[in-house]
């Protein structure tokens, strides 16, 4: 893994406009400025974040894999170690990437379908009993 540029928060809150656009997320700082235009979401919902730590609304809008890998192709460094954050979801959020982690959440996931398709079964029972009556 090759090491990031360190940067620290004062840098970053200087680039808050559409001219140049960064925020940090996970402690990772993101130039996103060239995705300003092409974000699903708008320009603005990214400017908001500008020169901001954009953590707490990157994990609460629950992105797709994709997109969380799409961010990393705007990352540019990381914040100094002397000011980086401890986000309340790091415990769970960060251990994703262990294999224990992702078992539990693979079983966990397929448990959770096979409820759904238990109910999705339960409500066309129901739908089929009440047209047939």
């Given at each position: 893994?090759?090491?990031?540029?360190?940067i620290t928060?004062?840098?970053i809150?200087?680039h808050?406009?559409?001219?140049?656009?960064?925020?940090?997320?996970?402690?990772?700082?993101?130039?996103?400025?060239?995705?300003?235009?092409e974000?699903?979401?708008g320009?603005?919902?990214?400017?908001?974040?500008?020169?901001?730590?954009?953590?707490e609304a990157?994990?609460?809008?629950g992105?797709?894999?994709?997109?969380?890998?799409?961010?990393?192709?705007?990352?540019?460094g990381?914040?100094?170690?002397?000011?980086?954050?401890?986000?309340?979801?790091?415990?769970?959020?960060w251990?994703?990437?262990?294999?224990t982690?992702?078992?539990?959440?693979?079983?966990?996931?397929?448990?959770?379908?096979?409820?759904y398709?238990a109910l999705?079964?339960?409500?066309?029972?129901?739908?089929?009993?009440l047209?047939a009556?």
């Amino acid at each position: 893994m090759t090491d990031l540029k360190q940067i620290t928060l004062k840098e970053i809150a200087e680039h808050n406009s559409n001219k140049s656009a960064w925020m940090v997320i996970g402690n990772k700082v993101y130039d996103v400025t060239k995705f300003l235009d092409e974000h699903p979401g708008g320009c603005e919902v990214l400017l908001e974040q500008a020169g901001n730590d954009g953590t707490e609304a990157f994990e609460d809008v629950g992105h797709s894999t994709d997109a969380r890998h799409m961010k990393e192709d705007f990352l540019i460094g990381e914040v100094v170690a002397a000011e980086r954050k401890t986000y309340s979801y790091d415990k769970k959020a960060w251990k994703q990437n262990s294999p224990t982690d992702n078992k539990q959440r693979g079983e966990s996931g397929q448990s959770d379908n096979l409820v759904y398709f238990a109910l999705l079964a339960v409500i066309v029972a129901l739908v089929y009993y009440l047209i047939a009556a």
